[in-house]
């Protein structure tokens, strides 16, 4: 039997022993576990290269100069 078959053993003998008010208190503590954890995992990448590649977007530094100075002009007329 592997070290984790023995701690798994002893875990399942030990929650064979524990009074039913402990159940919730113990849940409380698995949660904070598995959240310590999974915390430690580095984040999924997701690639998103070629996500647009079959659609026309052809757009230039200047489409999106003249874009943000209408977005600019328009909430400055609201200030």
């Known amino acids: 039997m592997n070290a984790t078959q023995t701690v798994k ?15 919730e208190e113990l849940m409380q ?3 904070f576990l598995k959240f310590k ?9 997701v690639t998103l290269g070629g ?3 079959d ?4 757009v230039t530094d200047e489409d999106v100069r003249a874009l943000r100075q209408r977005v ?3 909430l400055l007329k609201k200030v």
């Open 9 to 23: 053993k002893r875990v399942y003998q030990t929650l064979n022993e524990l009074p039913p008010e402990g159940f």
């Open 29 to 31: 503590f698995l949660d």
């Open 37 to 45: 954890y999974l915390a430690k995992q580095p984040p999924e990448v």
């Open 51 to 53: 996500l647009w590649e």
């Open 55 to 58: 659609l026309n977007f052809d």
């Open 72 to 74: 600019t002009a328009e």
